[in-house]
């Protein structure tokens, strides 16, 4: 009996695949509608909400066109502009380096993940059953990522001001915890090791993951005699500061 063509086994393979995948993933009409309700946007082009909560493990091969990758590189930039309108408009005799700290606080990654969280969109995203299995609903990347892709469509739908309403909405609880601008978390843990009379903090990249527009670094943080402890980030310095601060919260230090 003669063996079946590898090749066309391959194409036939492939070919059913793209029927599977002819049409990208939706939400449900009820999710839609709650999501609306929750963002406080009624979208003319509701595949974009689609797109918003759809994450790459569910569309492999498809994540340009259908995944909500796009959407967060550009709700990103949407959501920093904002943040920084409102910081300058917020305090008005503030210099630069007391801005900055505000702002990497109210866009890191950690904030965005608690605000998705606060609204409930993990339980929204559409996920393989992999991801889904291995808690991808409660996974900060994951979160933040989403936060940020709703931002992005809610920009493409109904444009600026609707996203900076969005914004203002949802950060304005975060806004209010910056009267005092934060200390960086990284300077922070250097004087706590000099006043021990330690060596200062190391730094090393143990990880990176996620598409080259929306990388996601690991960094572990040593400091002689202390558990090391790892951080991410949406770039090596977030990554730095998220690890320095998990110190800090391990030796019950705070970097207010």
């Known amino acids: 009996m003669p063996r079946p063509n590898s090749s066309h086994t391959g194409k036939r393979r492939r070919n059913r695949d793209r029927i599977r995948r002819s049409t990208p993933p939706r939400l449900t009409d009820t999710a839609r509608k709650e999501l609306q ?6 979208f003319k082009d509701i595949s974009l909400l689609d797109r918003a909560f759809t994450h790459t493990s569910s569309v492999p091969g498809e994540a340009a066109d259908w995944s909500n990758e796009r959407l967060e590189f550009l709700g990103d930039r949407v959501l920093g502009l904002v943040v920084a309108s409102q910081l300058i408009a917020r305090f008005e005799k503030e210099r630069e380096g007391g801005l900055a700290p505000r702002l990497n606080a109210l866009v890191s990654r950690d ?8 609204l409930g969109f993990g339980q929204y995203l559409i996920l393989d059953a992999s991801e889904a299995s291995r808690g991808g609903a409660e996974k900060t990347s994951l979160l933040a990522d989403v936060a940020e892709s709703v931002i992005g469509a809610i920009y493409l739908d109904a444009g600026l001001k609707a996203s900076e309403i969005f914004i203002v909405k949802y950060w304005k609880e975060y806004f209010k915890t910056l009267k005092n601008a934060p200390r960086d978390p990284k300077s922070a843990l250097q004087e706590w090791a000099q006043k021990d009379g330690r060596p200062a903090p190391v730094y090393e990249s143990i990880n990176r993951t996620g598409p080259d527009h929306a990388p996601v670094f690991t960094i572990e943080v040593r400091v002689e005699g202390v558990k090391p402890v790892a951080g991410d980030g949406a770039s090596k310095q977030e990554a ?3 690890a320095a601060s998990a110190m800090l919260d391990n030796l019950g230090e705070s970097v207010e």
């Open 240 to 242: 730095e500061r998220a």
């Open 111 to 118: 904030t965005c993940a608690k605000i998705a969280s606060d």
């Open 37 to 42: 309700n929750i963002i406080g946007v009624k």
